[in-house]
């Protein structure tokens, strides 16, 4: 069973303890980030600092003039890294260390280009956009994360892919402030996109997209007011997703020549970083990985609806808040049961050197 631990290049370089203290937990590979939204991490650990303000989505590569310059959609490097190749340069670390490096590679998840070009980011039935919500409909869209994967990618043993799909309403933003806004059937209908791709795939299925928009509205307003939203026309909508879902992992699948781990959802309404499951997801790539971040039983319902669409399943675990450390224990022992083959650990640059016996003891899930 494969045991991964998740990092940031900023974990590694500048500590030399790092690639020893991860591979004394029992990790064998190491997801790097190489292509990732903007986050602002702490380092507890790290002997020169103790916070990393990655201020936007970057690609931890050198961004190629001679492979991005025609291009509308294009990663830029992130400024607050000393070296244009800072996952290169971790990834050698770590291998010197006897670690397997995966390129961790965020896709459909980057605020600024959906600000810089709101026509190919998520809109929902209100018209509303989601900056942070690159579309899957749009071949632009595809073209980009296709290019970004192959360039996050070169000379990575595998691949970690994140955002292989499309995003919802729900996001952890600064200050965010709609938590417990709406039912969970409100959510459903907030996070279908209804950009003019998506559309267009709702024309191609007999349905007639202003009456759809119109439909989603009245749902949502149904269900703010204690009542049930009906919306007759879920599988097509649906359907048109996961065609998008799917256009978009055959591309970016077509550029790269290593395993690739699959964050996915067995909901298949499921958006976010962990998409939901389309029908031919789990035969296309070499595992699945499968949030589990809640330590609550039901939570290994997860992995057994996830291993039924075949093929290995990792179970992606935290040893941060919220889990509790006397819960994570019978965590590991219900997923391993639940048919896990592997796990991932998160996270191994923010997990502060108290909580590092807690990662030692879910990489025995993987033992």
């Given at each position: 069973?494969?045991?991964?631990?998740?990092?940031?290049?900023?974990?590694?370089?500048?500590?030399?303890s790092f690639a020893r203290r991860v591979a004394a937990l029992g990790v064998s590979t190491v997801a790097l980030a190489a292509a990732y939204h903007a986050t602002r991490a702490a380092t507890p650990l790290h002997p020169g600092r103790q916070l990393v303000d990655a201020r936007h989505a970057a690609l931890y590569r050198p961004v190629r003039a001679s492979v991005w310059s025609s291009?509308?959609?294009?990663?830029?490097?992130?400024?607050?890294?000393?070296?244009?190749?800072?996952?290169?340069?971790?990834?050698?670390?770590?291998?010197?260390?006897?670690?397997?490096?995966?390129?961790?590679?965020?896709?459909?998840?980057?605020?600024?280009?959906?600000?810089?070009?709101?026509?190919?980011?998520?809109?929902?039935?209100?018209?509303?956009?989601?900056?942070?919500?690159?579309?899957?409909?749009?071949?632009?869209?595809?073209?980009?994360?296709?290019?970004?994967?192959?360039?996050?990618?070169?000379?990575?043993?595998?691949?970690?892919?994140?955002?292989?799909?499309?995003?919802?309403?729900?996001?952890?933003?600064?200050?965010?402030?709609?938590?417990?806004?709406?039912?969970?059937?409100?959510?459903?209908?907030?996070?279908?996109?209804?950009?003019?791709?998506?559309?267009?795939?709702?024309?191609?299925?007999?349905?007639?997209?202003?009456?759809?928009?119109?439909?989603?509205?009245?749902?949502?307003?149904?269900?703010?007011?204690?009542?049930?939203?009906?919306?007759?026309?879920?599988?097509?909508?649906?359907?048109?997703?996961?065609?998008?879902?799917?256009?978009?992992?055959?591309?970016?699948?077509?550029?790269?020549?290593?395993?690739?781990?699959?964050?996915?959802?067995?909901?298949?309404?499921?958006?976010?970083?962990?998409?939901?499951?389309?029908?031919?997801?789990?035969?296309?790539?070499?595992?699945?990985?499968?949030?589990?971040?809640?330590?609550?039983?039901?939570?290994?319902?997860?992995?057994?609806?996830?291993?039924?669409?075949?093929?290995q399943v990792d179970a992606y675990v935290t040893v941060l808040p919220p889990a509790e450390a006397t819960d994570l224990p019978d965590h590991a022992r219900r997923l391993h049961e639940a048919g896990a083959t592997g796990v991932n650990l998160y996270h191994l640059g923010l997990a502060p050197r108290w909580r590092h016996p807690l990662l030692r003891e879910m990489a025995r899930l993987?033992?």
């Open positions: 069973m494969r045991v991964t631990g998740h990092a940031y290049p900023w974990d590694v370089l500048g500590d030399a291009r509308r959609l294009c990663p830029i490097e992130p400024d607050w890294m000393s070296t244009e190749d800072s996952f290169g340069a971790a990834a050698d670390e770590l291998r010197a260390a006897g670690l397997r490096v995966a390129a961790w590679v965020v896709l459909t998840h980057n605020s600024r280009l959906g600000r810089e070009c709101p026509d190919v980011a998520v809109v929902n039935c209100f018209g509303e956009r989601y900056a942070y919500a690159l579309c899957p409909s749009w071949p632009e869209v595809r073209e980009y994360a296709a290019l970004l994967a192959a360039e996050a990618a070169r000379d990575a043993d595998e691949v970690s892919l994140e955002a292989c799909g499309q995003l919802g309403v729900t996001h952890g933003s600064h200050h965010e402030k709609s938590d417990g806004a709406w039912t969970s059937a409100a959510r459903q209908w907030l996070s279908v996109c209804c950009c003019a791709a998506c559309q267009a795939g709702w024309s191609a299925r007999g349905l007639d997209p202003p009456w759809v928009v119109s439909t989603l509205r009245d749902a949502i307003r149904s269900e703010a007011s204690g009542l049930a939203g009906v919306v007759p026309f879920a599988d097509a909508l649906l359907a048109t997703r996961h065609a998008a879902t799917d256009l978009l992992r055959e591309a970016v699948l077509s550029e790269l020549d290593v395993p690739v781990r699959l964050h996915a959802h067995p909901d298949p309404w499921e958006t976010g970083s962990s998409p939901g499951l389309t029908p031919s997801a789990a035969d296309s790539v070499a595992s699945l990985t499968v949030p589990a971040w809640s330590t609550a039983p039901e939570t290994a319902d997860l992995v057994v609806h996830a291993a039924r669409a075949g093929g993987g033992a």
